[in-house]
């Protein structure tokens, strides 16, 4: 069973920078794609970025290349996801995912494992 802890959230000023970071408890990590979404009320989860289980591809939503960056460290069962410029429009409880594959998934329906949730409260 793969277990995801989120850490890292919490109130950041516009323009400045988080890291979220994501420790799995599953031997499964490790060939596994690892997502990050994110939430708002009354909206769908959406896709932040994706990884692909040995980090060889990336994926991001458009809004976020060039802010955003996933990375992840199998020795350390862990997946970050660097954020930087936030705006207040980024505030959102934010998620980590595993899906099983070789590959990186847009879809939130392709990810079998999620953590509990973190929220990221960007103040203007």
């Known amino acids: 069973q793969v277990q995801l802890v989120e850490s890292g959230g919490g109130l950041v000023q516009a323009g400045g920078p988080l890291r979220l970071s994501c420790a799995s408890s599953?031997?499964?990590?490790?060939?596994?794609?690892m997502g990050w979404f994110r939430q708002t009320p009354g909206q769908e989860r959406e896709l932040v970025a994706a990884i692909s289980w040995n980090g060889g591809s990336t994926i991001y939503e458009d809004s976020m290349k060039g802010r955003f960056t996933i990375s992840r460290d199998n020795a350390k069962n862990t997946v970050y996801l660097q954020m930087n410029s936030l705006m207040p429009e980024d505030t959102a409880v934010y998620y980590c995912?595993?899906?099983?594959?070789?590959?990186?998934?847009?879809?939130?329906?392709?990810?079998?494992?999620w953590g509990q949730g973190t929220q990221v409260t960007v103040s203007s």
């Open positions: 599953g031997r499964i990590f490790s060939t596994s794609c």
């Open positions: 995912a595993a899906a099983r594959g070789l590959s990186t998934y847009y879809s939130a329906r392709a990810y079998e494992w």
